[in-house]
Each structure stands twice: as structure tokens, then as C-alpha cells.
């Protein structure tokens, strides 16, 4: 083989290797905004003219409509079951002028629910399509049984804890700790923390919850020996817990 047919065979590797390379970071930038793809799903039919933009999908003109009842038709003999829907067609308030709709749709193997929801943009003439795979936090239950009381402790140095007995306020707590925080796996252990004691009707501590606050994320971490929570500060979870220092 000759230098000059070498130096083509090399030349035309580097060209076939970029374009390779391009095409990909094209297409990923095509989808970049997106959580979930319908083309990768055989379940989820794409509403003929819809072209991908990053965030969503695109077509000119007016076609809510259209794509409403494509999808209304469609995704049920695909197996998803609808969960939620709104749309401009159910809305009587004669001062809005939105054309739109908005879904949401679950099916037996999908992790979470699916998120469909098209709206008419009279600005840009073109009517815009988001896709979205929404997976809710994992919630678990901590408390086995309700407590007769609680004993908070302000910080984990402090030798004497503040009785709580008012019923209202220890079932809010047990329920912003069962029902509303959610399972972590960002959590972030403070130095200065309060201590939750659950006790039984002889005053035994059968449960123990640490509450951590996180001054820089705004976030309110729970830790116990069943795992670690999130959820947001709640302004009333530390007047009922006599927590308030740890915000202030």
C-alpha cells in the first residue's frame, strides 16, 4: 500500500469516527431536557409531526386538540391507565383564552407515572408537547405504634427533655415524620441537632428520632435507626416539636 492511499484510509477514519461523534452530541443535545424519550418506547406513541426540541416537542400550529384526543385514544389500548387530565374543554371561565391540556397517566412496570401535557403558543404559532417521567419519593412508616408522649431534647448535650402531651400536636408530628418526609440518600448531619424520644404508656422510650437542620439547603433531615428523611422545614413541625432554635 502506497503513502498517499495510507494517508486517505486514515483520513477517511477520522472523518467516519467525528461524524459518529457528532451525530451523537447532536442527538443528545436534541433530548437533553428530558426525562423520558417516547421513541424508546414502544408504549408511547409520538402524535404524528411532533419534532424533538431539548425540553419538549414542537409543532407548528394550532393541534392541543388534535393531540388531546390522539392520546386519549391511544394510551389506554397501550395499557396505561389514566390517573389525572385537565383541559382548556373544562374550562368555563370565559376570561381565560389557554389552549391546552394536561395528564397523567400509570401502567403496571412503569417506574413512577407518566406526565403528558400540550399547550398552543399563538406568539410563536406552535403548539408545544412535554413528556415527563415523574417519580415520587419513597415514603416509609417509623412509627409502629402512637406514643403516649414525647421528650425532646433541644441538643443532644442537654441531660433533661421537654415533655410534649398534647395529642394534636403528637399525632402532626408522627405524621410529618410517616406521611410527609421522604427517604434520603442526600442527608447531611449537622453538629447541632434536636432529639425526638417516642415513650410508651410507662414512659419507656421505645423510638428516637434525631432532627438535623440544614441552614445552607433550607432542608430538614431526619435520622433514626430505621434510616434517614427529608422534607421541607416546616414552620409548624418546630413550634410543635419546640425546635425553633435550630432555624433562628
Request: with cysteine; aromatic share 14%.
Amino acid at each position: 500500500m502506497n503513502h498517499t492511499k495510507l494517508l486517505l484510509l486514515i483520513a477517511l477514519a477520522v472523518l467516519f469516527a467525528t461524524g459518529g461523534w457528532v451525530y451523537k452530541y447532536v442527538t443528545n443535545e436534541t433530548y437533553e431536557g428530558m426525562s423520558i424519550i417516547p421513541e424508546d418506547h414502544e408504549d408511547i406513541p409520538l402524535f404524528n409531526g411532533l419534532k424533538p426540541r431539548r425540553a419538549d416537542y414542537v409543532i407548528e400550529g394550532d393541534h392541543w386538540e388534535d393531540i388531546y384526543a390522539f392520546y386519549m385514544k391511544e394510551l389506554p389500548g397501550k395499557g396505561w391507565k389514566l390517573r389525572h387530565k385537565g383541559s382548556a374543554m373544562d374550562d368555563n371561565d370565559p376570561g381565560n383564552n389557554w389552549g391546552g391540556f394536561m395528564s397523567t397517566w400509570t401502567k403496571d412496570g412503569f417506574e413512577g407515572e407518566l406526565s403528558l401535557s400540550a399547550g398552543y403558543f399563538q406568539a410563536e404559532n406552535v403548539t408545544e408537547v412535554r413528556f415527563d417521567q415523574h417519580i415520587p419519593p419513597k415514603i416509609t412508616s417509623w412509627i409502629d405504634k402512637p406514643p403516649a408522649s414525647l421528650c425532646v431534647y433541644a441538643n443532644p448535650a442537654e441531660e433533661n427533655c421537654t415533655p410534649l402531651e398534647d395529642k394534636d400536636d403528637i399525632e402532626n408530628i408522627v405524621h410529618f415524620i410517616d406521611e410527609i418526609a421522604y427517604e434520603t440518600s442526600q442527608f447531611k448531619q449537622q453538629k447541632q441537632y434536636g432529639i425526638i424520644e417516642f415513650l410508651n404508656d410507662l414512659g419507656e422510650t421505645f423510638f428516637s428520632v434525631k432532627v438535623h437542620y440544614s441552614k445552607e439547603g433550607q432542608i430538614l433531615f431526619l435520622e433514626s435507626e430505621k434510616g434517614k428523611k427529608e422534607m421541607k422545614p416546616e414552620s409548624e413541625f418546630f413550634q410543635w416539636t419546640k425546635l425553633e432554635h435550630l432555624i433562628k
